[in-house]
């Protein structure tokens, strides 16, 4: 079942060799192409020449590209059957875009076993196989999905609705994290719940991108994940499998359009992205990326054309050449943000003159200080002002920050994440509140001109009356905003007479 990402060649193929004779495997089942589960089939197959491999029509394609040399293979479509005798007959679920074009689930009938592949993971390891401990895995789990399910709710929920024709599944195995056997129904209840609260917004952002170049798939991840937090669902499509029928009705159906496009002249790729031309429409907003690409010109003649078509430019195009970072990543996912918060100005409008005058006054009266939250994590930076602070518990101390969904710094501020809350001083907050407050271009140092200094790594603002060192502990979901709960570890008042600078409110829908 799959093989394993390349740079594990040794370990890999020494543990399967020690496990099996490759000559005696009869079949190797691709759930995807994507190259972490199958950067070795060519390797397993020099050593297993005898083997058929088992995977969708698109999943085959992409291998003959893969493996370059002919090799026994057998397609398989939603509920075929392959009978491995002892009682193991497998039946196969078709579920495209979960989170790659080609994906396919297994069920083997005797064990009751599902294996997902992707679907159902997390990026969470401990030395627990299975998933017992639900309250250490849950925050994880919801990451996951969001980061690689989220974008593609409408194919999960399709998914979803195909496993229901299975018999009963005893356990799902993932294959990132620990396997699902204690809470198979509740996590796949979980997954139900968030994409039917996607697939039911109004506004959807698509985004195109070519799975198998470069970085392609990890950056469009991350624009779709900074497109969702703003309440906006997102298609994604692969370019390069995209059928242009498919392409078509999504351009049709979207308010936005990401396009990541790899300089190449592959004709799938050119016909899709004509059909996104032909189809365009002026009200659209869009956004370009390029990845992998040694001339960075080529992503401006795509710009320009949906220039002369009257789109609106969600943000500046970007051009990675480099391997990217986190710093990238986080980029590509305030680019996705800003375009989300674009597309849904109007309904944030409505939302505050929807509210009651009087019942606004006195939500106003609910009063707080002034903080600015700022953090460091390898080469990311984050800062924002924040007024809806806390103090939570006496032991351990403790305080809670309601952070919107669609702030750019909630991605600093995930369980074990540490970040600094600023203490700002009565009198002397404006200059900094103001700073803090500027529109940033994505990707931007929001630190640039204000003097920190560094406590365990972590940037305190130097005009500040006191700061507290605080790391996540966990997170309640409310709504639009994050109730974030943290423990403060150390902390120090830099004037013992300073006031706290105090925010007074005249409506209620409003910070
Ligand atoms: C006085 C004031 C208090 C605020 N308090 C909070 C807060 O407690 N939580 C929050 O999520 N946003 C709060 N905001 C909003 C943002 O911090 C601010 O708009 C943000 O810097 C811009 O969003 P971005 O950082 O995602 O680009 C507040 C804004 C103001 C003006």
């Not at 005696?24 to 950067?39: A, K, R």
């Not at 204690?182 to 996590?187: D, F, P, S």
């Not at 309440?231 to 994604?236: D, K, L, Q, T, W």
């Not at 996540?472 to 004037?495: A, L, N």
């Amino acid at each position: 079942m799959d093989t394993s990402h390349e740079k594990f060649r040794q370990r890999y193929l020494e543990s399967l060799t020690q496990t099996i004779n490759p000559a005696v495997i009869d079949y190797l089942i691709i759930s995807h192409t994507e190259p972490d589960h199958s950067g070795l089939v060519r390797d397993v197959l020099a050593l297993a020449p005898q083997a058929t491999v088992v995977g969708s029509k698109v999943a085959i394609q992409f291998l003959e590209d893969m493996v370059h040399q002919p090799f026994p293979r057998q397609i398989v479509k939603n509920g075929d059957r392959l009978d491995l005798g002892n009682g193991h007959e497998l039946e196969f679920v078709i579920a495209p875009n979960l989170h790659w074009p080609d994906t396919i689930f297994t069920y083997d009938t005797k064990t009751q076993v599902l294996y997902t592949c992707d679907a159902f993971g997390m990026h969470y390891c401990n030395e627990q196989i299975f998933d017992q401990d639900l309250a250490l895995i849950e925050a994880d789990f919801r990451y996951y999905y969001d980061c690689l399910m989220g974008p593609n709710a409408r194919s999960v929920l399709a998914a979803l609705k195909r496993m229901e024709q299975l018999e009963s599944i005893a356990t799902i195995a993932t294959g990132h994290g620990p396997l699902l056997r204690h809470n198979v129904q509740e996590l796949t209840n979980r997954y139900h719940q968030w994409s039917q609260a996607q697939a039911k917004a109004e506004t959807t952002v698509a985004v195109f991108y070519i799975s198998d170049y470069g970085f392609g798939d990890r950056l469009s991840q991350a624009i779709a994940h900074g497109v969702m937090k703003t309440g906006v669902a997102v298609e994604m499509m692969d370019l390069k499998s995209a059928d242009p029928h498919e392409v078509k009705e999504l351009v049709s159906l979207a308010a936005g359009l990401v396009i990541g496009t790899p300089p190449t002249n592959e004709v799938a790729i050119q016909t899709a992205i004509s059909t996104i031309l032909a189809t365009a429409k002026a009200k659209q907003s869009v956004g370009v990326f390029e990845s992998g690409g040694v001339d960075s010109e080529s992503v401006y003649p795509l710009v320009n054309k949906f220039r002369d078509l009257g789109l609106t430019p969600a943000f500046p195009p970007i051009i990675i050449k480099e391997t990217p970072t986190a710093a990238t990543y986080q980029l590509c996912e305030e680019a996705g943000t800003d375009l989300g918060q674009w597309l849904s100005r109007d309904r944030s409008i409505k939302q505050m003159k929807a509210f009651d005058t009087e019942l606004e006054k006195a939500v106003a009266r609910l009063s707080s200080g002034l903080y600015i939250l700022t953090a460091e994590r390898d080469d990311l930076t984050g800062a924002m002002v924040a007024s809806w602070v806390s103090q939570t518990s006496f032991k351990p101390l403790g305080i809670t920050v309601a952070v919107a969904k669609d702030r750019a710094m909630e991605s600093l501020l995930h369980v074990g994440d540490r970040f600094v809350l600023n203490i700002l001083e009565e009198g002397k907050s404006q200059a900094l509140i103001k700073h803090f407050l500027k529109r940033f271009a994505p990707g931007s140092d929001r630190f640039a001109g204000v003097k920190t200094y560094s406590v365990n790594n972590a940037p305190v603002l130097a005009e500040a009356l006191a700061y507290l060192e605080c790391q996540v502990v966990s997170r309640m979901e409310c709504s639009d905003h994050w109730i974030v709960y943290s423990t403060i570890q150390s902390g120090r008042v830099s004037k013992t007479e300073g006031l706290t600078a105090v925010h007074h409110r005249k409506i209620g829908n409003h910070y």
